[in-house]
């Protein structure tokens, strides 16, 4: 098949394989021709349930029949119970829903910037940490920190201001009158699966509490499940004032959410909104999932692969002299020697397991959390066998 014939009326925006995918169950992915795939990237740490989970299924099929948009002008019934399963479940006591993570931080941006006009005296800047990632809206891009994004779509959203993570001196030393919030994700996500260290978050939030500013988590990635507690900032024995979820949380479908504390609630009518937020079609799958996620031993068996994942990791990285494992949970990197990391990729899905290389030199795994011993043995024993085979070669 020629890919100039077979995909030449979607816009060009990433380069992928000559592959197209048709169908999927749990962990594993079929494409065209029939070829299965076991699925490490699950849409990128979104289906957390793996694909096409029964309960998903069942929710989208209850729901369509039911009611799929009475139009935001009217509460409905679907977004007040994950509101409620929400709010029951953090710290938090006010959710706003939005279709993408990109959108929720536009949201998280917004509230923060509404806030500092009303709080504190006009306040708008945000800090965020170099080679953070938050979407790719306009704002979001603006806010992210990724190097080879500084000179694309200029001029940017002013008022973000980037410091590095894990240095709190540089965070501090950056508040002004004009800074409003902190934003970052706890574990850099699209930067590699690069952890912030829980004193850091720590003192940010005793740095926000001291300065009189907001402290905004991203937890889009990290949050519903990915590392083993529903949320990140549980780990850490602290709250941020404001979360954004998106990915796992809709288990495959355009779900997303902005959860924020009471004091810190201050649009207004006319502030926020979109066509499709909080539609009950999408609310019934995010409850569908948190009702999942919350039964008896669910994460305690995402923990338990987790750390089967991790250790097998660290001997394959011991085997064959690789380089260090670093996340959580189910969000876990292995970093390689030499920037092999895209013909890791291609070697891998030839043999029939899919992964992603975050960086040239730094593969990402991000299963679903319902992943099996089995699947993870399997993807364990795959990656070994393309390591033997290229030290044959050298
Ligand atoms: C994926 C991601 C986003 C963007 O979410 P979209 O649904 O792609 O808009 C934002 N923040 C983090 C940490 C992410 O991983």
Redesign the pocket.
Known sequence: MSESSQFNSLMTITTRPPLTMVSGQGSWLTDHTGTRYLDFIQG???NSLGHSPQVVVDAITRQAARLISPSPAFYNDQAIRLADLLTANSCFHKVFFA???????EGAIKLARKWGGVHRDGAYEIITMVN??????LA?MSASGKPHWQELFEPKVPGFIKVPLNDLTAAAAAITEKTAAIML?PI???AGVVPATPEFLRGLRALADERGILLIF?????GMGRLGTLFAYQQVGMEPDIM?L??GIGAGV?L?ALLAKEAVCCFEPGDQGGTYNGNPLMAAVGCAVLEELLKPGFLEHSTAMGMRLHCGLEALSHTHHLGEVRGAGLLLALVLPNASGDTIVELSRDKGLIINAARPDTLRFMPALNVTADEIDTCLRILDRIFSTLEKEN
């Open positions: 990128w740490a979104v279709s993408s993570g990109a959108e929720a931080n953070g990632f938050h979407g790719r809206t979001t994700e850099q996500g699209e991203d937890e889009v990635q990290t954004t998106g990915k355009p997303a």
